[in-house]
């Protein structure tokens, strides 16, 4: 061998189209996999060691195309930019007419991005073998210090045998990041780059040959829209829709088409794999993926969009004729390139008829899966015509967000009563029309409205009962301390279940904290350690005073009477002032970690009981205010079991049970 190999490159377009061209594995798989098309291989085989050696993982590329000579391992291999399509048989592989899928010269710096070493081994037919080693510390060393790269000749190892010819590449020293990629998905992933692997063109991962099940796609899929000349028979399924759109080029002179599909799956769970994201449309070009997903340069706000897939062929983006628009990377294009525009342009206007298509498909199944519970079937077919397209809207708006059966029927519940809400409404604008002979028509609306006011009651009532039974069962006394403490203020049913909304004003209410505040100022160290703090709300025509003591702290009555009565006296005073006169009655309400010290006596806690009484003070426990709660919603139910049609139509829909689930 006469001359030595030399890498000469410049150190800024090294760390740009080398060291960091590449993010994943995959993508560097990618490259190497399209040099083997372009080297007209029938085989490839990749393969992870399983077997840590010395530094680390190695990963070893190995296909039986044509090789390499001294001349090409020259003027090809280690020139960076040789122009593929420029030279030699141009836009068509030698031997076997495929479409070439280099272009820029560029790819082979892809391994760079991943390993710190690079073995080549490579032979051409009637030639032999030949082997370089490229090394990334090295390679800087020399661009550093303004020198040439000269990669080292290497032997090249008797297992590997090359036939008649072929090329293995090792990437050796793999990078830290490199090792999270090299896992169970690794032939799914190299799978989803490519739609030319078949019989002619076959590659392996770790001696298990890809196929196109492997890519995992098809089999998630509800609906689709396919183009060009695509296979739709893969998606025959019989819940599945496939829509065969006859429109396929993205410009008006009808010069660039695409072939492929876009569609949606039934659950954008499906969509994660791991750290796979999958809703996103991979745009292909010569059998290879050229830009992992075109609905990044635009996002549709809906709904829908978590549910996308999608794949299209859009080789005129790298047609060799024109001008080349793909970024240096080759995984992105020049968006502003016209062709670029195009076939955005084509995906946001499929996009939309896909949005249009799926909330009709969503009405439809929505309406059908409704309808499966004979009591909303019933309701249903009971309503007028403009209600009743109303209705199937909103099925179809269920279908699409419930995330179990159980959701299912909360949203159908609430729907429904929503719906005889606003039939009761339009009902009531009838009433000035009313002629004095018909007012039993009115009696009927009323009646109609106090069945709704319950079934909205019944529905809260069990809501807040739920909620106070997983606090007694769940939360420990300390635990449950805290939680009261920080919900107490705003959710006074806790207290009373007639206690909804809290009525003061603000200024009232200020004016009121601060006169507690000057209270509180002058309480003594032992006073101020016992209590937690001090809150006033004017709810159902009642003014509550809730005084918060810690867990910890026992009290007696004696003492929590000399407390409280200063705060009832301030709040009469300020109520004088503010408002001219007491306007309504006070209650206290002292909720305590531990029973009072006077309480262990039955006769003296029935005496402190009633003296409480007498100034209008309740003393609870954290405990009991649970359990007081809970007794107080349990009786409500009980009593309220003479259900009205309404009523008994949300209790048929709770207690259907689907069959397919």
Known sequence: MSEEYTLDIDLNVLNHL??????????????????????????????????????????????????????????????????????GSGDQTENKGRPVMGRKGIGKLSVLSIAR?????????????????LDVEKIQEAIENKQKYRPPVIDVPKAINFGHSGTVIILRDLKKRVNASLDAHLRQRVARRFSVISTDFQVFVNDNEITLQDRNYLGKLEYALVYGGFDESKFEHDERYVVRRE??????????????????????????????????????????????????SFREGGLYTKYIIGELEADFLDSTEKEDIATSSRQDFIQSDDRFVQLRTFVERELKYLARERAKLKDEEGAKKASEIPAIKEWYESLQSDTKTAAKKLFGRINQIATDEDHRKTLYKHGVLAFEHLRHKEKLNELGQLDINNLEIAVKLFS????????????????????????????????????????I???????????????????????????FDKISDKLTDEEKRGRLDILYKKTSGKHVII????????????????????????????????????????????LVGKKLSDWEDTERRQESEKALEAKHIRVITYQQLIRDAEASYQKYLEKSKDKGRIKKLLDEIESFEDSAS
């Open 18 to 87: 080398g060291l960091n061209l590449y993010s994943n594995v995959p993508a560097v798989l990618a490259e190497l996999i399209a040099n083997a098309w372009d080297a007209d291989a029938a085989r490839v085989d990749v393969s992870v060691s399983v077997k840590e050696q010395r530094d680390g993982k190695q990963i070893v590329i190995k296909d039986d195309g044509c090789g390499m000579d001294d001349t090409d391992m020259r003027e090809k291999f280690l020139t960076v930019g040789y122009q593929r399509r420029d030279k």
């Open 117 to 133: 070493k690079v073995q080549v081994f490579t032979q051409k037919k009637g030639t032999d073998p030949l082997a370089i080693e």
């Open 489 to 515: 203020y705003n959710h006074l049913w806790l207290l009373d279940p007639s206690w909804d909304m809290a009525t003061e004003t603000p200024t009232l209410e200020k004016s009121i904290t601060t006169a």
């Open 547 to 590: 005084e918060l003591k810690k867990g910890s702290v026992t009290t007696s009555t004696y003492s929590l009477m000399g407390q409280v009565d200063k705060y009832i006296s301030a709040l009469r005073k300020q109520l004088r002032i503010d408002t001219a006169n007491e306007d309504g009655s006070i209650e206290a309400i002292c």
């Open 247 to 296: 429109e396929n080029t993205v410009d008006e002179q009808g010069q660039y088409a695409v072939r492929g599909w876009i569609g949606l799956v039934k659950k954008s769970g499906t969509l994660q794999e791991g750290v796979d994201n999958l809703n996103k449309i991979s745009i292909l070009a010569r059998g290879k993926v050229a830009l992992e997903d075109i609905l990044d």
């Open 448 to 487: 109609e409205l106090d069945d709704i006011e319950a079934s909205w009651y019944y529905q809260i009532t069990e809501g807040r009962l739920d909620v106070i039974k997983k606090l007694s069962r769940h939360i420990d006394d300390d635990v449950l301390e805290k939680v009261i403490q920080r919900h």
